[in-house]
């Protein structure tokens, strides 16, 4: 009956679009992976964002975002993640991202920016190997 | 790699969030070091009110509980939420989505939620909310809500952890009558019938009352029946000053010390329960006989009570390694 | 088709299935067990008269230009005209469109289309917390009418038409038209144009609302009230199935929701003692289309047919104006792979041959790099001549409907009209259409359409080429999308300036008056209109709004 570690993954969505079913399709996948998926709804602060990652201790923060704001909120969330001495949670993204910000992303400690159309599985297998 | 618990519980009593989300995780994996932090916290608990929201799904539990924070943080009072969702019995997954709700609180740093998913345990928590409930209120928070998971019929695990149970119910077709009729009201110290701005809260109301009326023992605390709508905060003033109510009930009648040693009773007996199971299950020579007991009576060469009188037996008798 | 015709028929089929189809099958199986179209239908492997045993031509089809306009709403189609091929556009701050603008009408366009900003859009002012990152990035910035003057300046209002892709504040952003056609010298009466206005399909895909169902509804009756004695060339709400279709929803799901929606809004203006024929003819619809070039051109035909008959059956129009659905069509954008991204180029032109076929009105065709970023102009001509090259080339301009009476088209036209009116006895019974979006009704069925086809493609049981097959290395790199910060300044600056120099105690107090209005029965729109004149924001009369009537909480479907 001891369990063994679960991995909890914060599906997030900062900015102000309304397009959730990436985000949704994500976290079913996830969940039936085995993973216990908190997600925050739509239209999130950077401030919850990085608060909910901490209350809820979880291993994962995935950020999806369409608006075209990622160059602005990104480097807020990741900030306040490492205030919080959360650096060392696992963080990674997707939506529309272009290519030319991906260096940037990565530099302030993304780990991976998952393009359209990536398959969940790929996603899956990427938390698994990252997460102890 | 454990962590140091004893640093974590240190961090926890001065009130740090990071070490109490840590630590909560790690009550989660039922871990032998979490178990020793709880023992280190547990003389700093006790302080907090802990109330219980339950009720069927979609009945607005997580709606009505960010309404109560808001109230709570109006009058200075720190506040711990605690909400369980079911966790899938094949995958073991779960998405938590209660929170959603009471996200305005995120950046409220006196305002502390988490949330769980049910791990397998039925009865409308997860083994560690208890847990997670204590390092809660060993932070210091004023306030304790627990949202059960809202499955119904088996929800009765709230009554063993909170003092104050709010029932929610909504108006519509018959089907929570249902659960009145399978006792379920008697976990209620307080009923609420939310959603009160759609038809049929009146009728809602009746039905409570004489359900209520019947199993009315006729002194002690009388559970009232308030309507409310948990999307405008309408009623929720009178919800909370009945929760106080019933606190100062219990403080006064003496019922407190009552309902302590109950819930204290139960918590020990789910721990026992829980620690034979998990030394049966996880010591290989326990698991070796256990096994074989099973083997046993399914060959109808012993029967269950025999077993388990043997398993006991060879369980309190065998010298701790 | 007689009883002994189909008797026949049916024989035949018996007998080369148990013959002809066997020897086949037994020496090579079929390449799938099933086949199914992008909505995960299965479709059969030969249709023939027993599929549409009960086709009645005049009842199920008719001519064009009539009842029950099955094969289109006007009598010659794209004989007569061809279809409106409308290309939107918007960007940046209110002078950068401006300058767009007048450089299009130069170019002999009459029509404009205006992109908002997200702020706008969710009813957030510039310098609101929440508009952080996001001014001026997804369209125009416009927080007041100081901005819709610039937006306007030196257009006629009364020669051009604008279509404002706005929704939850709508009746804002109408009063800012208003207004600036006022500043003009141009009366309510003379503008004409589009809001999209349809809060319905918001809570049910596209997700940017701001106020709960019920206020919403009573604001969109406001503003039929209001267009049909004030702004008559007023399009007030364009239906719009494209965005439920984008979050994942089926072919079907997208007609049946549509439509109960429309005739939700319909409903909810003769509740509020509009006379249909008076303003149903305003009323337009927007739909996606797809890659399954024969299940598009069925929901094309279905929502005209099912449109007519609830608008005649239901609310007794009178006017045939009333029964035409008339719509606007856009290509599928989540049909478009960052892999391989010419291949889009084909992908459009079958959806638009779809669109054409279904016998749109309007249509937008997608460029092949547009679901990630402003089209490049290469991209953007290609688009547009592929629509030029099915129009003048192609031959499917030439003749009405030319799939009419094809036994698949017929079968799968009635089908899905079926399962159209099934939706309908669902959304029924669960109370009419806002009730079941507080439900979570419809965002549950998107949702597991969505899932479901995301499976189906990570199984293989369908191939998107480039995607799950077919893969090189070849990707679309996504170009950056480079916001001047001068956008941001310069809209800030603007804004504190606009509160500075008005008389900031008359905006207070017509927004007290605006906000007593809500709480009562009055139409809102004049006094939206008053509180815009004197240079109240879009965030301050959200704000206001909001005050009364709260924000919508969505219930959590996944
Ligand atoms: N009409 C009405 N709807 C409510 C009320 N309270 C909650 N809801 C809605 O009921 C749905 C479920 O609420 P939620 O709090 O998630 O329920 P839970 O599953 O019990 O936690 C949501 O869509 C809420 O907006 C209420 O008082 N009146
Ligand atoms: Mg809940």
Redesign the interface.
Known sequence: MTETRKIRVLIAKP???????GA??V???L?DAGFEVI?T???Q?PEQIAETALQEDVDVVGLSIL???????FPEIMQLLKEREMADVLVIAGG??????FEPLKKLGIKEIF???T???EIVDFIRKHTK | MAPDTTELVKHVLKGNRRAAARLMTLTESLSPEAHAAIKQLYPYTGKAHIIGITGPP?SGKS?LVDKLIEKYRSHNLSVGVVAVDPSSPFTGGA?L??R??MNRFASDHDVFIRSMGSRGHLGGLAWATMDVVHILDAMGKDIIMVETVGAGQAEVDIVQLAETVVLLSVPGLGDDIQTIKAGIMEIGNIFAINKADLDGADRRFVELQSALSLGQEGDGWEPPILKVVA??GEGIEDLVKAIQDHHEYLVESEEIVKNRERRCYAQLETIIERSFIRKLLMDPDERTLFDKLVAEVDQRKTDPYTAAERLILHLIKTPKK | MGTKEKQSVSQTKRDWENNTLKETLDKSPERRERFITTSSRPIARIYTPIDIADFNYEEHLGFPGQYPYTRGVYPTMYRGRLWTMRMFSGFGTAEQTNTRFRYLLEQGQTGLSVAFH??T??G?DSDD??????IG??GVAVDSLADMEILFSHIPLNKVTTSMTINAPAAVLLCFYIAAAEKQGVSSTQIGGTIQNDILK?YQA???WIF?PDPSMRIITDILQFCTKKVPRWNTISISGYHIR???ATAVQEVAFTLANGLAYVQAGVDAGLKVDDFAPRLSFFFDSHLDLFEEIAKFRVARRVWAREIQDRFKAKNPRSYLLRFHTQTAGVSL???QPENNIVRTTIEALAAILGGTQSLHTNSMDE???LPTEKAATIALRTQQILAHESGVANTIDPLGGSYFIEALTNEMEEETYRYFDRIEKLGGVVEAIKKGFFQREI?DS??RF?RE??EKERI?VG??EYVTDD?L?????K?DPEVERTQLARLQKTRKTRNNQKVDQLLGQLQRAAEGTDNLLPHILAAVREYATVGEICNALRDVY?EY????I?
């Open positions: 900015g102000l679009d309304g397009h959730d079913r949704k399709v976290a079913r996948a969940r997600y709804g739509l239209r602060t608006s075209g704001a990622h160059m602005r909120l529309i991202i272009p290519e030319d910000d393009g359209p159309g398959p969940t599985g | 979609g709606t998405l989505g209660d959603i709700r999307t405008t | 997200l702020p859009i969710q957030y917390p929440m508009s952080k990152g996001e990035v997804c918001e596209q997700k940017t709960p984008e979050a994942g792979t960052a892999q679901a990630w970023a949702s969505a899932f995301q493609i990570e998107i995607v799950n990707q790199e996504i170009p950056v999308l916001i709260g909480q969505e219930p959590i996944f």
